[in-house]
């Protein structure tokens, strides 16, 4: 079934570890991006990528890093995790010229 | 600051009536709105959406209106049904900037019986 993966689904993790969030697509989008969902903030951009080899920063990049070596992978990297990074992550994506982003399942990220 | 709000964290209607579901946004560069509909342990699903040059877009029981001079839009679903409950997330974007969606806190849906 064409659409996102994301890996991995739920996650507690040390404070100061490094965490990869893995995200995948096979719809051929151009665009794709990182959003994070808290409670009373509704969802908030990190990272996004227009497309494979640019990225850019959202309204909450510190402490996050992409990369988009492809058209099909965008990663987001927590460097040395915190708990205020405790959230759901969602990658989206967007084909050329269209509107909708479509949504992965989410990955729920807990730092301890 | 928050450039899409929603300001009813939750709304509760009676199956069979209309539900309506506000979303306010600041900027009015804003030329593209969209609704989402997400289920608790999925991800967003797009619902609806309208460009900045209409008034009004339907789909079914969904319709979205557009008020540009009040920088206001507004969801109506009727007949409400229990399967509608789930959480509602306003967003808009900048055809320019990127289609990067702004996206309000949402407003949790309850639909009783």
């Known amino acids: 079934i064409a659409g996102i993966t994301q890996a991995p689904t739920s996650q507690i993790l040390a404070a100061g570890r490094r965490m990869t969030l893995r995200c995948t697509q096979d719809?051929?989008?151009?665009?794709m991006y990182w959003y994070r969902q808290d409670l009373g903030l509704g969802l908030r951009l990190i990272h996004y990528?227009?497309?494979?080899?640019?990225?850019g920063k959202g309204e909450v990049p510190d402490g996050y890093s992409v990369s988009r070596a492809n058209t099909d992978d965008f990663p987001l990297t927590l460097a040395s995790a915190v708990p205020s990074q405790t959230s759901v992550y969602f990658c989206?994506?967007?084909?050329?010229?269209?509107?909708?982003?479509?949504f992965g399942a989410g990955s729920r990220l807990t730092v301890l | 600051d928050q450039q899409v709000k929603q300001n009813s964290p939750s709304l509760s209607v009676q199956e069979g009536r209309i539900s309506i579901l506000n979303c306010d946004y600041t900027?009015?560069?804003?030329?593209?709105f969209l609704w989402y509909k997400k289920y608790p342990a999925e991800g967003p699903t797009f619902l609806i959406s309208?460009?900045?040059?209409?008034d009004k877009n339907e789909d079914g029981r969904f319709t979205v209106f557009l008020n540009k001079s009040a920088k206001h839009l507004s969801l109506h679903i009727v007949p409400s049904q229990p399967g509608d409950s789930a959480v509602y997330f306003c967003?808009?974007?900048?055809?320019?900037?990127?289609?990067?969606?702004?996206f309000g806190k949402g407003t949790s849906l309850l639909v009783t019986p």
């Open positions: 989206a994506s967007r084909p050329s010229g269209a509107n909708v982003l479509t």
């Open positions: 967003a808009a974007s900048l055809s320019n900037s990127g289609y990067a969606l702004n």
């Open positions: 309208i460009s900045s040059i209409k």
């Open positions: 900027n009015s560069m804003f030329d593209y």
């Open positions: 990528s227009n497309t494979a080899g640019t990225t």
């Open positions: 719809m051929r989008h151009n665009a």
